[in-house]
């Protein structure tokens, strides 16, 4: 049997997941709380100021329970607060803590580190170009 070749939305869940594992493989080196792949991608939809559950659940395409799981554990680690919204007296906003913010950077220097160590194996140009094609604008998904 002749095996296909892999989707492009395939080789883009898999190069996430290879800066998923080499995230929380960093995170755990540095010392930081252990967190789940749904904990990293909250983080990484998590507007500065906060973001309701609502949306965050929108953002990461899960349910909102899901979303309210992931950010009731990054409570409990310290890494998340929910304060009142100021635009809504009935919503609540999930924003960093302090905690938040320094684990938020630590792992912004992970990443950083990952794409370097991808650009020495695939080469500097191919990073570039493909940043580029993920930053192009491809307007909305076709219907």
Same mark, same amino acid.
Do not use: C, K, Y
């Given at each position: 049997?002749?095996?296909?070749?892999?989707?492009?939305?395939?080789?883009?869940?898999?190069?996430?997941?290879?800066?998923?594992?080499?995230?929380?493989?960093?995170?755990?080196? *540095?010392?930081?709380?252990?967190?789940?792949? &749904?904990? /990293? $991608?909250?983080?990484?939809?998590?507007? !500065?100021?906060?973001?309701?559950?609502?949306e965050l659940a929108r953002r990461m395409g899960v349910t909102r329970q899901t979303a309210h799981q992931a950010v009731q554990a990054l409570t409990r680690l310290g890494l998340l607060e929910q304060v009142?919204?100021?635009?809504?007296?009935?919503?609540?906003?999930?924003?960093?803590? *302090?905690?938040?913010?320094?684990?938020?950077? &630590?792992? /912004? $220097?992970?990443?950083?580190?990952?794409? !370097?160590?991808?650009?020495?194996?695939?080469?500097?140009?191919?990073?570039?170009?493909?940043?580029?094609?993920?930053?192009?604008?491809?307007?909305?998904?076709?219907?």
């Amino acid at each position: 049997m002749v095996q296909q070749e892999p989707t492009l939305a395939q080789s883009l869940g898999e190069a996430r997941r290879w800066f998923d594992e080499a995230l929380i493989a960093g995170l755990a080196r *540095a010392g930081a709380a252990p967190v789940s792949g &749904t904990q /990293v $991608g909250l983080f990484a939809v998590l507007d !500065a100021g906060g973001t309701t559950v609502s949306e965050l659940a929108r953002r990461m395409g899960v349910t909102r329970q899901t979303a309210h799981q992931a950010v009731q554990a990054l409570t409990r680690l310290g890494l998340l607060e929910q304060v009142p919204d100021p635009s809504s007296g009935r919503q609540r906003l999930v924003r960093r803590t *302090a905690e938040g913010e320094r684990t938020h950077r &630590t792992a /912004v $220097g992970i990443l950083r580190r990952a794409e !370097a160590a991808l650009a020495r194996r695939i080469g500097r140009e191919p990073v570039r170009a493909l940043r580029a094609a993920l930053h192009a604008d491809w307007d909305r998904p076709p219907s």
